[in-house]
């Protein structure tokens, strides 16, 4: 089995000095006692401390020497029918190239590529991975972290029986759905559905959570997606079908909500009339869509920043108990409800 690799945090406690000592000596930056950068280089040698090539830049302001990974891990030729793909990746892409790190991507496709690709990013040294993941038993991230190597994932990672150390950024997908639901709640809605993401992912658990949280005693009517615009076609049927008198329907993300829209203009339901309908995200085809979709707003490409932001702590040598990131969401109020 392979070591995680010492961290910068360990060599300063070895070497019973403040970790930006350690950054100094290493950096050959600053003014440290010889006494300090003697016990530091000591520290370095008995623990076999590595630099990274991109801690070393960030803390010497130096651009262009890191090399990160972001790894999408998806169905085939789904990573890029979300608008939610490409609002964090381009969040990621900025950010990365501001701070002077070179990005590559991967794109994995089934467990047998997501398990050997921790090796193929182990044997590139690259100095950190981003990844996306739809896939709640990823085996990559246990491998990941098995090698030592920093990442910081988009959503949270699923709860196994262990807690997952990895860093990671999210939205507050259980409140914004609360949010979403508790709203056609206030509107006087009576049969309240929901068009649920898959529940193999932690955004679809947490938003259905949500979903339940606001409904109270009321009746749930829950139909599942797979956040594509058909699949949310497909449920809105499968809702009508089911309780034809229903009167509004929170989606967990925009494109389903859009194919539930298609579904209700096919049957004749006016909407907002005859009933409302609530998605999640925030997408550019949200005000595009007819009538204009009120939905959940998170900050996806913010959020793509902030894993960065994280990736370039955790190279540098930040604990791996640091909290989890987590965005607020909130509602824009459109035509649909």
Do not use: N
């Given at each position: 089995m392979h070591q995680r690799r010492p961290t910068i945090e360990q060599v300063a406690a070895h070497a019973k000095v403040g970790r930006g000592t350690v950054s100094r000596v290493i950096n050959d930056s600053g003014s440290v006692s010889e006494q300090a950068r003697r016990a530091v280089r000591r520290a370095i040698d008995e623990l076999g401390y590595v630099p990274n090539r991109a801690a070393s830049a960030?803390?010497?302001?130096?651009?262009?020497?890191?090399?990160?990974?972001l790894v999408m891990s998806e169905e085939a030729g789904r990573q890029f029918e979300q608008p939610y793909f490409g609002q964090i990746v381009g969040g990621i892409s900025s950010a990365a190239d501001e701070a002077g790190l070179a990005l590559t991507l991967r794109l994995t496709r089934s467990p047998e590529e997501r398990a050997d690709l921790a090796d193929q990013l182990r044997a590139q040294r690259v100095d950190g991975v981003l990844m996306i993941s739809l896939v709640c038993e990823d085996p990559l991230v246990d491998e990941l972290e098995r090698h030592g190597i920093p990442t910081v994932l988009g959503g949270r990672p699923c709860r196994g029986p262990r807690p997952v150390p990895t860093g990671y950024v999210d939205a507050d997908n259980r409140d914004g759905a609360r949010r979403a639901t508790a709203y056609l709640v206030g509107q006087g809605r009576r049969r309240i559905a929901t068009i649920a993401g898959s529940q193999e992912t932690t955004a679809g658990i947490d938003r259905l959570a949500g979903y339940r949280d606001a409904l109270g005693d009321r009746r749930e009517l829950v139909a599942h997606g797979d956040f594509s615009v058909s699949g949310g076609m497909l449920a809105m049927r499968r809702l009508l079908d089911a309780e034809p008198a229903l009167d509004a329907v929170f989606a967990a993300s925009d494109n389903m909500?859009?194919?539930?829209?298609?579904?209700?203009?096919?049957?004749?339901?006016?909407?907002?009339?005859?009933?409302?309908?609530v998605g999640f995200e925030d997408a550019v085809?949200?005000?595009?869509?007819?009538?204009?979709?009120?939905?959940?707003?998170?900050?996806?490409?913010?959020?793509?920043?902030?894993?960065?932001?994280?990736l370039r702590a955790r190279i540098g040598g930040a604990p791996e108990t640091e909290a989890p990131i987590i965005c607020d969401t909130s509602l824009v109020i459109r035509q649909s409800a």
């Open positions: 960030l803390a010497a302001r130096h651009t262009g020497t890191g090399t990160v990974a909500a859009v194919g539930a829209l298609w579904a209700l203009e096919e049957q004749g339901r006016r909407v907002p009339d005859d009933v409302a309908v085809v949200t005000s595009q869509a007819q009538p204009a979709l009120t939905t959940v707003h998170q900050p996806t490409e913010a959020m793509g920043r902030r894993m960065v932001e994280l």
